[in-house]
């Protein structure tokens, strides 16, 4: 089977316990699933907004930071390393219709090992050559 790599949509759906990505994620081992390191650190920075002391929501974030930490953990993290960066770069240039930065690094870690990408984000992802894709 290939590597299921999840976007951070997905991440977000898992960590929510949605029914639909639950039910999915149940027929895949555990160890053919992984998030990217972009997806960490955009889950991280997504935390910070709401992390000033003096909002209502500082004691939800710093809970939702934690937890997200914790599952970083038990996850496999792919690298955005060499092989990936010039994929990337590659896209850049050839792709005539914009895609979102994060999500073409996000492609280029699913290309450079051949994974796919668990998504809901089919408009900017489907936009990349030659990438598997899966939908919630």
Known sequence: MSLWILDTN??????????NVLQ?????NPK?????????????????????VNSDRCIWAYK?????LTYFKKVNVMDFDENAYQIY??????????????????AAIALSVNGIIVTS?????????????KNK
């Open 10 to 19: 997905h991440v977000t759906y898992l960590q929510n316990s949605h029914p």
């Open 24 to 28: 999915r994620l149940s027929t895949v």
């Open 32 to 52: 053919d699933v992984a998030i990217t390191a972009i997806t960490a650190e955009e889950k991280i920075r997504g935390w910070f907004k709401f992390m000033d």
């Open 64 to 68: 939702g930071f934690k937890d997200t």
């Open 89 to 106: 770069r590659d896209l850049k240039k050839k792709l005539t219709n914009k895609v979102a930065t994060k999500d073409l690094q996000i």
């Open 121 to 133: 984000n089919l408009k900017d992802f489907c936009k990349v050559p030659d990438l598997g894709m």
